[in-house]
Nanobody, 115 residues
Framework: QVQLVESGGGLVQPGGSLRLSCAAS????????SAWYRQAPGKQRELVAY??????KYADSVKGRFTISWNNVKDSINLQMTNLRPEDTATYLC??????????WGQGTQVTVSS
């Protein structure tokens, strides 16, 4: 089992930046990959960023603006978001997949981009 708790969301003006963190606890040694998803009201959940030992991938809409990283010291998955746009407004959720294929989700943190 892996427990995930997101933080760092909030209200930011267009063009601003936020850093989301997802603190992981439990069977961290069993994590194979991690990712950030987002879901806006009335829309499907979409993959924002993904990382494992071999690759890192981003949705086209966030390439060059968002960066996903794993902090080994704090056991957290971070998402640095810059040049935010109103269309980035959503609930952001972190997810990890274990080596045996199980997915674990956090509760989500709200990001609102508005002037």
């Amino acid at each position: 089992q892996v427990q995930l708790v997101e933080s760092g969301g909030g209200l930011v003006q267009p063009g601003g930046s936020l850093r989301l963190s997802c603190a992981a606890s439990g069977s961290i040694f069993a994590i194979f990959s991690s990712a950030w998803y987002r879901q806006a009201p009335g829309k499907q959940r979409e993959l924002v960023a993904y990382t494992d030992e071999r690759s890192t991938k981003y949705a086209d809409s966030v390439k060059g603006r968002f960066t996903i990283s794993w902090n080994n010291v704090k056991d957290s998955i971070n998402l640095q978001m810059t040049n935010l746009r109103p269309e980035d407004t959503a609930t952001y959720l972190c997810m990890v997949r274990s080596v045996n294929g199980y997915d674990f989700w956090g509760q989500g943190t709200q990001v609102t981009v508005s002037s």
